[in-house]
C-alpha cells in the first residue's frame, strides 16, 4: 500500500476521530494515524473495502470493549 | 385541490423534515436509509446489534478508561505528543446508532405509511403497481424478476453514490453538500425520465 500524505480523507464523520480530541494523550493516534499514514488505519482500510466500521474500532484494529474488559 | 386519498404533500415534507432535525438534536447523528438496511442486514449476519458498542458510548468514565489502555497499550507509557495547537473541533455528523435503532426506523417507514393508509380510509392490500407497470413489465413471477433486478440495482447505487433519497437528498442537500446534490439530481432526474419513458411506451 503507498504511503499516505496529508491528513486521513475520512476524519469527518469519524467516530473515533473526535474521542481523540478529549485528552492530550489521545493525540498520539492523530498524530500516528489520522495526520500520518492513515492508510494503515483499520477504520480506513475497512471502509475502503465496504466492509462495516465498528464505532468502537480503533485505527489498530483493536476494538474499544476488549480493552476496557483489561 | 389535493387528492384526499392521500396526505397532503406538506405534511410529509414536515414529517421528514422534523424527523431530520430531530435526530441531530438528540443524537448528534444523520439518517439514512440505505445504510439502516446495510447495517441491519450485517447484524442479521454476524449477530452484532451494537449494544455492546452502545453501552462503552454512552458510559464517559468506562469510554475515556478504555481510550487510556488501549493508548498505552499502543504508544507505551508516556507517548511523546505535543499539545494540541488548537482544540478539536466538534464531533462531525455520522450514521452511527445501534443497529436496532436502525431495525426500529425501517420499521417506522412501513407504520407511517400504515398510518396514513388507515386514515385517510384506503388501505387494501394489494401487490399490484398499477396498470402501466403490468403492461410493460408483465405479472407474476416475472414481474418479481424485474422488481429484484431493479432491488439490485437501486442497492449497487446506493453503496456506489454513499447514499439514496434518504442520506443525500435530505441530509446532505440540507447542509449544502455538493455531492448531494449531484446524487440527488441523479436519483429525481433518472426518476422522471423513466416516468416519462413509461408514459410514452404506454
Known sequence: MKEAAGSCTHMRGCEMYGLFGSQTLLEAW?????????????RYVRTLRGERVPATLLPNGMDLPSMGKS | MSDPSFWPFWVGALCLGGLVALTWALERRLIAGSGSITRVT???????????????????????????????????????????????????????????????????????????????????????????FNEIMGAGPVMIGYLVLGGLAVGFGTRMASGCTTGHGLCGVSRFQVGSFVATGAFFGTGIAVSYLIEFLT
Not at chain 1, 489520522?34 to 483499520?42: A, E, F, P, S, V
Open chain 1, 30 to 42: 492523530k498524530e500516528r494515524f489520522c495526520h500520518g499514514d492513515y492508510t494503515k488505519c483499520q
Open chain 2, 42 to 132: 450485517t447484524a442479521l449476519s454476524d449477530g452484532d446489534w451494537g449494544a455492546a458498542d452502545e453501552k462503552l458510548l454512552n458510559d464517559q468514565d468506562a469510554l475515556q478508561a478504555a481510550l487510556m489502555a488501549a493508548t498505552l497499550a499502543e504508544f507505551g507509557e508516556q507517548p511523546d505528543v505535543a499539545a494540541p495547537a488548537a482544540p478539536t473541533p466538534p464531533a462531525q455528523p455520522s450514521s452511527w446508532a445501534p443497529a436496532y435503532a436502525h431495525l426500529v426506523f425501517l420499521m417506522m417507514i412501513g407504520v407511517g405509511g400504515l398510518l396514513s393508509a388507515l386514515q385517510t380510509g384506503t388501505f387494501n392490500a394489494d401487490w399490484s403497481l398499477g396498470t402501466s
